[in-house]
């Protein structure tokens, strides 16, 4: 997926991530886009303090997207 693309739609569109799981110290959500539904990682490394909730806004999360998809890890579930 272009990181562009990704981007715009998450602004323009409003995409809501949603809370799939926590496992290994990380927390792994999904969001539905055009292409279909995608998963992504927030490390644990990155949780810290900030508050992470059941469904957040896609574009709050777009850091995470957006290192998903430079690495690989912004996997398409279907």
Known sequence: MNKN???KQLIKSK???????FSGGNLYYTV?????NF??????????TTNFYNEMRGSEL?????KGIDSDEFIKLN
Do not use: C, Y
Not at 32 to 36: C, Q, V
């Open 62 to 66: 777009n850091r995470w997207i957006l």
């Open 15 to 21: 995409v809501m991530a949603k809370f799939s799981h």
């Open 5 to 7: 693309e990704v981007t």
């Open 32 to 36: 539905d886009l055009n292409e279909g």
């Open 39 to 48: 998963q992504f990682t927030v490390p644990s490394s990155d949780i810290g």
